[in-house]
């Protein structure tokens, strides 16, 4: 889930579905509705989880299964497919003073072998970028 608070929008990956949607949020925040932006896996092991967006607004989305993130104009138009090391790769989140920092998580791969291959045992990984997360959602912790 991300939201998108400059267009007002909810987007939601539906792991199980295969699906990424996206809903307009109410002027008055208290209800949602179902956009035609739409975008559907139909690799059969391939599924959106977790995401964030980047400064621009692009919608970053974790591929479970595909050893990437997959990154979305708010047109539905992909930009861009950025590899990672591992195969079920679950949340991009951006992190660091100037948002410039994407850290990735992901699950265990094999968990039979975890202790063995360290990059599938579940993992968090962080490199700079030159992307930018969106602040718009930011807090301080005192």
Same mark, same amino acid.
């Given at each position: ?27 008055? &925040?208290?209800?949602?509705? !179902? ?7 139909? &690799? ?71 202790? &063995? ?6 993992? !968090? ?18």
């Amino acid at each position: 889930m991300a939201f998108n608070t400059e267009s007002c929008l909810l987007y939601l990956a539906d792991t199980k579905a295969r699906q990424i949607h996206n809903y307009q949020i109410s002027a008055d &925040n208290t209800s949602l509705k !179902l956009t035609d932006w739409k975008v559907q896996y139909t &690799n059969a092991t391939e599924r959106p989880d977790g995401a964030t967006l980047s400064s621009d607004q692009a919608y970053w989305v974790a591929v479970i299964d595909g050893y990437r993130l997959d990154v979305f104009a708010q047109e539905v138009t992909p930009i861009a497919s950025v590899e990672v090391p591992f195969n079920k790769v679950t949340m991009p989140c951006f992190a660091g003073e100037k948002m410039q920092y994407l850290v990735v998580t992901s699950s265990q791969s094999k968990p039979e072998n975890s202790l &063995n291959d360290k990059l599938e045992s579940g993992c !968090l990984i962080a490199a700079e970028t030159q992307f930018r997360g969106s602040n718009s959602l930011l807090c301080e912790f005192e």
